[in-house]
């Protein structure tokens, strides 16, 4: 049971295109939005869309094939842990940030949605 202690896996589709940094240490990083939605029917049959956006991370070889292949809009899946992180802004302001560590990926679409 032990692998499937922190495990998330999501379906959804990018809200922007990669964000592709190079850290100090020299390691690429990849920052990407993914929206997931839950279609649902009120008891009188009208139609309502509910999505979440999830704030994810990827490193090091996955950073370079988000950097190379992923577009907005594009439909993927990946399968990563939570992460959680606090940091001081420039206003001294504590920010919590909740993000998914990508530790695998899969195109499920070539073509931006739409």
Request: include cysteine; glycine fraction near 8%; charged fraction near 25%.
């Amino acid at each position: 049971m032990n692998n499937l202690n922190n495990k998330v896996q999501l379906i959804g589709n990018l809200g922007i295109d990669p964000e592709v940094k190079m850290t100090s240490g020299n390691r690429k990083v990849a920052k990407l939005r993914l929206a997931t939605s839950e279609v649902r029917y009120t008891k009188t049959g009208e139609k309502t869309t509910e999505t979440q956006w999830h704030n994810l991370i990827a490193w090091g070889g996955l950073a370079e094939v988000c950097e190379k292949y992923l577009t907005k809009g594009q439909e993927i899946a990946i399968e990563g842990k939570l992460s959680y992180r606090i940091y001081t802004d420039k206003d001294n302001n504590k920010q919590f940030i909740t993000e998914i560590t990508v530790n695998d990926l899969m195109m499920i679409s070539n073509r931006k949605a739409g």
